[in-house]
Nanobody, 124 residues
């Protein structure tokens, strides 16, 4: 079992920045690919970004490329999502995800572990 706890969400004006954190506990953090997803009201949960277990490989949704940066600190069992130049369309609940397979970390139905989510609201 892996427990994931997100933090860092909040209310920010368009153009602002936030950094989300996801602290993991349980089994060895360093063997898991980690990802961030988001879900806006009335919409399906969608992939945002992911990082491989070593941190050497990352992937981003087209909508956040160049604005968001994912990183991880395996010594602290934590993954981060730095979000810059936020837009109102980024408003959603953001979820941290963990899965042993980096190859499928972008697929919602393949995720083994989810956090409880943190709200991000971007005002125009």
């Amino acid at each position: 079992q892996v427990q994931l706890v997100e933090s860092g969400g909040g209310l920010v004006q368009a153009g602002g920045s936030l950094r989300l954190s996801c602290a993991a506990s349980g089994r060895r953090f360093s063997i898991y690919a980690m990802g961030w997803f988001r879900q806006a009201p009335g919409k399906e949960r969608e992939f945002v970004s992911a990082i491989s277990p070593t941190g050497r490989s990352t992937v981003y949704a087209d909508s956040v490329k160049g604005r968001f940066t994912i990183s991880r600190d395996n010594a602290k069992n934590t993954v981060y999502l730095q979000m810059n130049n936020l837009e109102p369309e980024d408003t959603a609940v953001y979820y941290c995800a963990a899965d042993p397979l980096y190859e499928t970390i972008t697929v919602v139905r393949r995720i083994d572990y989810w956090g409880q989510g943190t709200q991000v609201t971007v005002s125009s």
